[in-house]
């Protein structure tokens, strides 16, 4: 069976959308990690509390990514309401960590 020009299409589509959804899910959750790790490599200090509060941002940014994925709203559907305040409490996290830098810049 042939399949047409449209079909074609759809499939490779489908195929690179999968593609680009796992690769941005596993980068995340590395750059977390790493950004995690090399926090606590920094024993404490202003650069590395700035950079746990990151790492807590980025981990809600991320959960609130995986939250708004459809396959988990059918699991857990009230998955749904959760995807804005994780954004919310990621970036505001990251806020925090900025505002830290910018008091020992400024001193």
Known sequence: MMLTTFEYIDVYAS?????????T???AF???IAVAM???KMRG????TVLAYFSGGMLFVFFGFMANMVWFQE???TLTFMY???YIAGFALMGVGA???LKVING
């Open 45 to 48: 200090g202003v650069f590395g």
């Open 99 to 101: 505002n830290k830098l």
């Open 30 to 32: 590395a750059m977390t």
């Open 38 to 40: 090399l926090s606590r």
């Open 25 to 27: 899910v596993i980068v």
């Open 15 to 23: 195929v690179l959308e999968n593609f680009s959804f796992w690769s």
């Open 75 to 77: 699991f857990l559907p």
């Open 84 to 86: 804005g305040p994780l």
